[in-house]
């Protein structure tokens, strides 16, 4: 039976030209490839409207959110819904900057926050705001510096080298930002010029109970009912272009901002998602399927259950402590459940069956048409992963568990970082007070005694029996003398009552009396021993080995792309995600999670109410909202006499399309791409249109929030509402 499936699946794989649904567009080549196939499903507008060089289109309402020093690394999407440059996104894309400006005293994360005017609008140094200006296709300049005798080392640098430069001509005497990046691995490239912004301002945020309700217990599933989302606006020089921070800066006044519909839309009607989608791998073969499912995705898991086991207890028994590990807690829980929701959907979909049968087929092929240079391709993948697989469980220990594990590691980490520029300082002084004030914004969401057990959990999870001994480093093994009882615990202990990381006084009072001599002390500090140890073995030994095997595998991937693309020459294929400004589009659809389970696409403030349970922290809702329920006054926010929550579309997006604009045929703001559905979740590698769905909030839920519960009104009336 399994059998028969899968060899009609492999038929559909290479018969089909695309797939319905799946696929994340570059805008430039809508009109190319997609618009007939997005007017037939509904959409009203052109593929001009979407993106165009000459005059105002959509793509100059929508913002990638970057951070100084990556700008380009978008981590969510914004859009602009008024001449004013106000901006929404989702709660949890501005999460850091509500938590950042949180204290006992002014607790946004559990009150929410809503500036009353312009004056009260919060900065937030360091976030960049991102407008595609204009696209380019620039495989053939970067081809023609290329050649086949190139090593993958000679080869990365010279498209490093051509890219700088195509860059740097592409924003000559402007004020402009380029940015290369390989397409279609390594097949196609494309340059994204950008206008960067860089003051942008917290404008309002509802609390954590509306904004992140459900928390982690229902991130990544759906039904949902998460109010995610976050005002921000976006602020320019005097002259409408982009400035540092300053209080001379005015409102930006955007080429184009989004109209909001309140009309809403009903399941089958046609919506698209347009925003910065991260990184997919739609491309990979069995051997990295195998790979992801079986070894590294279930160690990572493990690690970070470890972790979060700590943090939850923490977070429970304190509210400071709820404060200050809020946001750290909903880092490493996110990843962590998505993996096991990944692990889950590849396996229930044969992923790596159905590309076991791609493969052979592409090998049939390749043989029938003499194609040589892919003869025997598939088989050189299996070396390669067999090899990886001991430095890729390595470089997860190391990482997960090592440098990324316990707080006061990363700390040691980033201090040395810091000394090893004191040398360059020219006013010692003014070195000394930023380090100081880097200490300190460390300890103020810093808890000794929670990382002191995460600490011990690491240590217990690094010396288990999973890892051979050469990849656990000396320094984190147990020295005899803790042979009995309770082992790791002292030591840790030991280890943080002698080391000044773990004592926020002494480590100013080291850096206080900095200088020549007493740098080196640093050095014999039990805790910077402890990273430095993971960090040789990282560095010497995981590293470039595993650097090496994959630049191999890469410069394989380049060519299957290249073959697959060869093979299926009817078939139009979307390069997977890389941070790049992209357009999914779909429909509104319910979909059969599991045996007799159907879901309907949308939810209702209705469902708040239902999950409503004061004793559970993710599902507590606010007064005020049970009792606009109960009084029904729900404004002109409602369909069918309920106000909708949130919705699901088969639009294929990923992490970074968080906060994404999802757009109704119009081009109408409906509401904002959050999350995806639970059965759904190995999209990244695996999309399948009958099962993933992308979860956006309503933008009338949005409404709602914003003018019943919050009261800020001012905000309702600078956006442009139809009804
Ligand atoms: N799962 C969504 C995304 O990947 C939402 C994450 C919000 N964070 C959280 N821990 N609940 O970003
Ligand atoms: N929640 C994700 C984000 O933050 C979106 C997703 O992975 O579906 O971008």
Redesign the pocket.
């Known amino acids: 039976m399994r059998k028969i499936t899968l060899c009609f699946l492999a038929f559909i794989l290479i018969a089909l030209p695309g797939f319905a649904d799946e696929g994340m567009w570059i805008p430039m080549l809508l009109k190319k490839y997609n618009i007939e196939d997005m007017q037939k499903a509904g959409f009203k507008l052109t593929a001009e409207d979407i993106y165009d060089i000459n005059q105002a289109s959509l793509k100059d309402a929508v913002v990638g959110l970057g951070r100084e020093g990556s700008p380009f690394q978008h981590f ?1 999407t914004g859009e602009i819904v008024s001449d004013e440059g106000l901006m929404i996104t989702n709660h ?2 501005a999460f850091g900057m509500i938590q950042a400006h949180s204290s006992l005293e002014h607790n946004y994360l559990r009150d929410g926050f809503w500036a009353n005017s312009k004056k009260e609008e919060l900065t937030n140094p360091g976030t960049t705001a991102s407008i595609l200006v204009r696209m380019e296709d620039v495989t053939e300049k970067i081809n023609a510096a290329l050649n086949s005798n190139m090593s993958e080392e000679e080869r990365a640098k010279k498209i490093k080298e051509v890219s700088r430069k195509l860059e740097a001509e592409a924003v000559k005497g402007t004020n402009l930002q380029a940015n290369i990046k390989p397409y279609f691995n390594g097949n196609q490239y494309f340059m994204s010029v950008f206008k960067i912004y860089r003051d942008v301002r917290l404008v309002g945020a509802p609390n954590s109970a509306i904004g992140k309700f459900g928390g982690d217990t229902d991130n990544w599933t759906w039904p949902r009912h998460t109010g995610d989302f976050s005002v921000l606006r976006i602020y320019a020089g005097p002259d409408n272009e982009p400035a540092a921070v300053s209080p001379n800066n005015v409102p930006y006044k955007p080429a184009k901002f989004f109209k909001v519909s309140a009309r809403g839309v009903k399941e089958g009607d046609f919506t698209m998602v347009f925003g910065y989608p991260g990184t997919t791998n739609e491309y990979l073969t069995s051997y990295a399927i195998d790979q992801i499912a079986s070894v590294e995705d279930p160690h990572k898991i493990k690690i970070r259950t470890a972790k979060l086991d700590v943090i939850n207890a923490a977070m429970e028994s304190d509210e400071l402590l709820r404060i200050k590990y809020a946001a750290k807690a909903a880092n490493v829980a996110n990843a962590w459940k998505k993996w096991q929701g990944e692990i889950k959907g590849l396996e229930r979909f044969s992923t790596a069956d159905n590309k076991r049968i791609l493969e052979r087929n592409f090998n049939q092929w390749a043989q029938a048409n003499g194609k040589t240079e892919y003869i025997g391709l598939v088989d050189r993948y299996k070396n390669l992963y067999d090899a990886r697989q001991e430095y890729i469980l390595a470089a997860a220990y190391a990482t997960e568990a090592g440098l990324r594990g316990a707080e006061v590691i990363e700390l040691a980490r980033n201090i040395k970082q810091i000394l090893e520029v004191y040398d360059q300082a020219n006013d010692k002084e003014i070195f000394k007070q930023r380090v100081k004030e880097y200490i300190q914004s460390f300890y103020k969401d810093y808890d000794v005694a929670t990382d002191e057990r995460i600490l011990v959990e690491m240590l217990k999870l690094y010396n288990n029996e999973d890892l051979d001994n050469q990849w656990i480093p000396e320094v984190v093994r147990l020295s005899p003398k803790y042979a009995k009882g309770n082992a790791y615990e002292r030591y840790a202990a030991d280890l943080f009552k002698k080391s000044i990381f773990a004592h926020e006084d002494r480590l100013l009072a080291f850096v206080n009396n900095l200088n020549d001599k007493t740098i080196k002390k640093i050095e014999k500090d039990p805790i910077y021993m402890m990273m430095e140890g993971i960090q040789n073995l990282f560095m010497e030994k995981i590293r470039p080995e595993l650097g090496r095997i994959e630049r191999e595998i890469n410069s394989l991937n380049r060519l299957w792309m290249a073959g697959l693309m060869e093979m299926q020459p009817d078939k139009i294929f979307y390069p997977d995600a890389n941070s790049t400004l992209r357009i999914a589009y779909g429909k509104v659809a319910g979909y059969k999670a599991l045996d007799a389970v159907y879901y309907t696409p949308y939810t209702t403030l209705k469902g708040i109410m239902e999950k409503d349970n004061p004793n559970i922290y993710d599902y507590d809702v606010p007064q005020k909202l049970r009792e606009l329920y109960k009084n029904r006054d729900f404004g002109p926010y409602t369909q069918d006499g309920e106000v909708p929550v949130c919705f699901i579309a088969t639009n294929h ?6 906060g994404s604009p999802v757009l109704d045929a119009e081009g109408n703001l409906i509401g904002l791409n ?3 559905a639970w059965e759904g979740v190995m999209s990244d590698m695996q999309y399948s249109p009958e099962i993933c769905r ?1 979860i956006a909030v309503d933008i009338r839920y949005v409404l709602f929030i914003i003018d019943k519960y919050a009261g800020a009104k001012h905000l309702i009336e600078e956006m442009e509402i139809i009804h």
Request: hydrophobic letters at 10%; proline letters at 0%.
């Open positions: 969510c949890h894309c997006t990923t992490g970074g399309n968080s959050f999350d995806r992308n």
